[in-house]
């Protein structure tokens, strides 16, 4: 007989609470995981997945969470058993999200007090445990202990029930209690935790989502996204995925998206491991402002996996990704979360999986936002042109050029006049109106552009030797200097100058007139 065992050590517990959840929003992911399979799992059984609701409550007087959810319960006979249980999991080997049976526990690294209660269908019983989240801690910071991990559970944790009436509604609910605060208290600011969810959770598209309908209809060949109604102290409407027709791509530029592509994966037996879709927009540059919608987010079961950047290896350039709006929802069995739900598991499917994407995400997103760059460039140059066109108008309208140099002026501009209207239908279409507006009012300037009149400018009194003299300051000023606006603040200058001489010229000879009379 051998005499050999095992021993697990109290440290497997902060492993899989303490250690495993670097972000403390994870905790709603993994209850919110846990609601929705349970839901799932019994639709097969008959549920009806329409009535399906999930509640949750943030009390930050109390410094509570509560986690509500009105699906089947979990049987009297089966709950201490199943909600003591570590690593291993009922899901395990179905079509179901928890895989490792420690989703449970994540909130204990955050709480003073973790209860579970439920009541299953047609019961009369409600079942209760509690782990008790400071006496967890205060054993794991003894030093030096060597205690069993089934001691440790069975010494923070009780078990209860208690009867109720047995046409009671089901429901699984979670309480996290005098919740610790931990850095900007995240865990209990509504609006943070909504945001959250709608990237992560399973929750449905918005009314005025992007081509929502397109969407649903290409995924609903492979997968239900239909989504389940999260509910946030109390509100009436559910939390929904943050697409809208409009976004800000930065705190003052605004977009839209213009179309969406769908598309599938395949491996190389030709069947489908994933599907998804990108939508596109106007390519101005990276969504500073948009950390809850950018990148291409990868989901398996409808729940998203790690953050924005997990695929940013497939593009030729990792910041495109930045650019980019969309999802990939993973079909295939053999791409597997890892334990923290943080990216897949590196295996050779995985690695598969993402070569094949470069093609189809990567490089076309790259082209996109480099073809939208250059369209950008061509119509920022011809915005300067016209700029520079305006500040020429302005020093002819000065009347202070020579003749010459006027009609050299207006041959230049009629030249540089036919860039902006051969280029415009190129630029892009947030570009297309400005410069199209900015066209027809230098157009309009030129066809109203008066004759020179010596006689009625600054120029007109002064002899033919100065006026000659003046015409080429003038002209050397406008060919020399750095650029027509410098150029024409200096003949501005001139001008007002000359206008001013020119006043008191007419004061004077007016007095001498009055004078003589």
């Given at each position: 007989m051998s005499d050999f065992c095992v021993f697990v050590g109290k440290e497997i517990l902060r492993l899989v609470t303490t250690a495993m959840?670097?972000?403390?929003?994870?905790?709603?992911?993994e209850y919110i995981q846990n609601a929705v399979d349970s839901i799932d799992d019994a639709v097969l059984n008959g549920y009806n997945k329409n009535n399906a609701e999930i509640h949750i409550n943030l009390n930050s007087s109390e410094r509570s969470i509560t986690i509500y959810d009105n699906g089947p319960g979990m049987p009297a006979k089966k709950f201490s058993g199943n909600m003591k249980m570590i690593g291993w999991s009922e899901k395990n080997g179905t079509s179901l999200r928890g895989l490792w049976g420690i989703g449970r526990l994540a909130g204990l690294a955050y709480c003073k007090q973790l209860i579970f209660r439920t009541k299953a269908q047609g019961e009369d019983i409600v079942s209760r445990i509690h782990w008790d989240g400071q006496k967890f801690r205060e054993l794991l910071s003894v030093p030096h202990q060597q205690t069993d991990l089934s001691e440790i559970v069975e010494r923070i944790i009780t078990t209860s029930s208690e009867s109720v009436d047995r046409e009671l509604p089901s429901f699984f609910e979670v309480q996290i209690n005098q919740v610790v605060r931990h850095g900007n208290d995240a865990l209990l600011n509504k609006k943070i935790v909504s945001e959250y969810l709608a990237q992560v959770a399973p929750v449905p598209f918005h009314v005025d989502a992007p081509f929502r309908e397109q969407i649903k209809e290409f995924l609903a060949l492979h997968i239900d996204v239909s989504g389940y109604p999260i509910h946030i102290n109390g509100e009436s409407e559910p939390i929904y995925k943050p697409h809208r027709n409009e976004f800000f791509y930065s705190p003052k530029h605004q977009d839209r998206f213009s179309d969406v592509e769908c598309f599938e994966v395949k491996s190389r037996d030709n069947k489908p491991v994933a599907v998804g879709w990108i939508l596109h927009h106007s390519y101005l540059g990276t969504l500073k402002n948009c950390p809850t919608l950018r990148g291409i987010r990868v989901r398996s079961g409808n729940m998203q996996i790690g953050n924005e950047h997990l695929l940013s290896s497939i593009f030729p350039e990792e910041r495109f990704n930045n650019w980019s709006i969309g999802e990939i929802h993973i079909l295939d069995p053999m791409l597997r979360p890892n334990g923290q739900r943080s990216n897949l598991e590196d295996t050779p499917a995985f690695r598969d999986f993402k070569s094949r994407l470069v093609p189809i995400v990567g490089r076309t997103i790259a082209k996109k936002c480099r073809m939208n760059s250059r369209l950008r460039n061509k119509a920022r140059l011809a915005t300067e042109?016209?700029?520079?066109?305006?500040?020429?108008?302005?020093?002819?309208?000065?009347?202070?050029?020579?003749s010459a140099k006027v009609n050299a002026v207006l041959a230049a501009i009629e030249q540089e006049m036919q860039h902006p209207q051969s280029d415009l239908t190129a630029f892009?279409?947030?570009?297309q109106k400005a410069v199209a507006v900015e066209?027809?009012?230098?157009?309009?300037?030129?066809?109203?552009?008066?004759?020179?009149?010596?006689?009625?400018?600054c120029l007109s009194s002064l002899p033919k030797t100065q006026l000659h003299l003046v015409n080429n300051i003038a002209d050397l000023i406008y060919d020399h200097s750095p650029d027509h606006k410098v150029a024409g603040e200096l003949i501005f200058h001139i001008q007002f100058l000359l206008s001013r001489r020119r006043i008191k010229k007419e004061k004077k000879?007016?007095?001498?007139h009055r004078v003589n009379s």
């Open positions: 959840y670097d972000d403390p929003l994870n905790i709603y992911r042109r016209l700029k520079m066109i305006a500040a020429s108008l302005d020093i002819l309208e000065a009347n202070i050029l020579s892009p279409q947030t570009s066209f027809k009012r230098i157009s309009d300037r030129l066809k109203r552009l008066p004759n020179i009149n010596k006689k009625s400018s000879r007016a007095s001498s």
